[in-house]
């Protein structure tokens, strides 16, 4: 019962994901598109860890980790470079 | 089914809809500084429901509590308006435009000069 929610709850996901990804190819500027891009990154965790509890195994929960921990460094990366034309002084 | 198991159903059920509703905020909200709102408040609480469902689920299969998932949340927590912050700086002194319509152009110059880009 609960495993079928689960896959239901998977496909919104990746609904949500499309609907990121429409918006990162039309984006109309560029921080558009990080923004897309930032919020895909998070959509894709919970889409990792549904699928961690669906298959009933503590690896993907890492993987999950080390996709925010870049995530969140390469969303302040690309900021820091279209604020000042580069990243680190 | 019993209740706990209803919980943590109605956790992930609100999870995924916050999830979505973060997703069609960034394809119908009019320009980028609104736009900021969908992923950084809806798409946060959602990510944040899930994870509470798979804290809940691991303590019932008796697989340990889940120290992963408070480390996940935690970091997303406190990085989401970090980036918000960084991506709506960027578009300031970009001048990524307004919806028309919206004349805060004064306050954008004075936010500009206050704001310098560092």
Known sequence: ?89 | MTLYEWFIAALLVIGGLFTLIGALGMVKLPDLYTRLHAPTKATTMGIGCILLASMLMRLDRNEGFGIQELVISLFLFITAPVSAYMIAKAAMHLRVPLQPGSDPHRLLEKARDQQPPQ
């Open chain 1, 1 to 89: 019962m609960l495993n079928t929610l689960l896959l239901w709850v998977a496909g919104v996901v990746g609904l949500a994901l499309v609907l990121n990804a429409w918006r990162l190819v039309r984006g109309p500027s560029v921080t558009d598109r990080v923004l897309a891009l930032d919020t895909m990154y998070i959509n894709v965790i919970a889409m990792i860890i549904l699928l961690g509890i669906y298959f009933d195994t503590s690896l993907y929960f890492e993987a999950a980790l080390l996709i925010a921990m870049l995530g969140f460094v390469s969303t302040a990366a690309v900021s820091k470079y279209l604020l000042r034309g580069d990243i680190i002084e």
